[in-house]
Structure formats: C-alpha cells, structure tokens
C-alpha cells in the first residue's frame, strides 16, 4: 500500500509518499517535497502565523511528491496527516485534503501527532535522554510535551500541556534539551527541529488505526469559544 503523508502544522511545510511494504518487505521511502520557512523580518518573541504560505502553494507540494515517486493518484491507498498541534490554518488545510480525497476515493485516513513525529526524528537524529518538545501556541503560551529518547525508541514522559513562556524560559536556564519549530527564536539555548512528512509517512507505515475522515481534529488544548454575532441593524 502507498501512503501519502502530508505535514502542514508547522511553517516548514511538506509531503512524502511511502510505499507500506508487507508480505516481508520493508516500508520504503518513494518521494518528497518541502517547502522550507520563509524568512522572517519580525524579531519579537511571538511572530505572526505564516499567511505567506497559501494552500495553494502547499497543495503543489503533493504534485512534487508524487511526480518524484512517480506515482499516481489513484495508487493512493492510504493519507497520513500531521495532526499538530501547531497552525490551526496549515492542520485545517491538510484534514481538509484528506476529508476530500477520501470522498473522492474512498482512500483510508489516519492521524498522527505532530510531538510523536517530533520525537522520532530527535531519536532518529541521534538525541538521547530527556528533550521538551516546544510549540509555539501563541497568546504567550507553549505547547509542552516530555520525551525519553533511547537507542531504540522514545517514551512519553510528560503528555502534552501548555505552558507559560516563564517556564520554557526557565527550562533554557537549567540547561534542557529544547526541540522544535522555530524554538531559537524565544530560547537562545534551544534547537530548532521541524515535524517532517518523510517521519510522519514512516510512522504511518507501522499503523493501522484508520478512521473516517470527519473524526479528524486537530490536537487544539484550549477550549472553542465562539461569541455569536449581534443581528443586523434594520435601518428606519
């Protein structure tokens, strides 16, 4: 089966095609595409969302990755998409994607978590011990996640929460490990580390946990709330 993974949640955005393998062959990377951050001029703490990358310059990245395993669409058999948390925007636009091909194939969706692809890439890059994952949540909050790296695998030490910029400050100070998108820019001792669609379509690989696609959500912590609109003012 080929698996389409596609990473949307971060500002460096990107797409892979897997083939899953089975009857005793390994899975085995196909193509990918990645669109790479742009540059930013902002030099506070809390930058704006990315609005520069439009959907549809992150959809060509699922032509460039197809093309590049030369694969078609229709050979599809299954979608991973990268949950977040992260853009609200980007994870809304790759469910999205999933929910239409899946109505227009019939194609098999799956969720993953953005900090579990995290995390395997920091063990797969070679980080042992203990890492925070840090994602910029905005509102001057982060979202926290500890993980135990080891040469075989990584563990949940600490589920995911937010966190005040206070505490990721005082975690720099105390000399932890700090992973993720763009954390340089708020923690001078941290390494930035991007969730990639290449991790995200491997972990895909391993897993069978298919849902339709109207139960994918993005991983959000905080509460919706919507405020409804007065009505419109009749004019005399």
Request: hydrophobic fraction near 40%; proline fraction near 7%; charged fraction near 20%.
């Amino acid at each position: 089966m080929k698996i389409l993974a596609v990473e949307f949640s971060s500002a460096q955005r990107s797409v892979a095609v897997w083939d899953a393998g089975g009857s005793g062959a390994s899975p085995a990377l196909l193509g990918s595409a990645l669109q790479p951050p742009m540059p930013t001029h902002d030099h506070s703490p809390f930058p704006i969302q990315h609005s520069q990358f439009s959907f549809q310059r992150s959809l060509g990245l699922v032509e460039e990755a197809l093309a590049e395993a030369n694969c078609r669409r229709e050979e599809i058999g299954a979608l991973a998409v990268g949950l977040g948390p992260g853009s609200y925007t980007g994870i809304r636009g790759a469910i999205a994607l999933a929910q239409g091909w899946q109505l227009g194939r019939e194609t098999r969706l799956l969720g993953v978590s953005s900090v579990e692809c995290l995390a395997a890439q920091a063990q797969a890059d070679g980080w042992r011990g203990p890492v925070n994952i840090i994602i910029d949540a905005q509102r001057h909050e982060f979202y926290l996640a500890r993980y135990d790296l080891g040469q075989t695998g990584w563990r949940e030490a600490a589920a995911l929460r937010l966190a005040p910029l206070a505490e990721i400050q005082a975690l720099a100070g105390a000399g932890r490990t700090l992973l993720g998108p763009e954390v340089a820019r708020w923690s001078g001792g941290g390494k930035d580390l991007y969730p990639a669609a290449v991790m995200l379509g491997r972990l895909a690989c391993a897993r069978q946990d298919f849902v339709p696609g109207e139960t994918l959500e993005p991983i959000y912590l905080r509460e919706t709330a919507f405020k409804k609109a007065p009505p419109p003012r009749v004019n005399p």
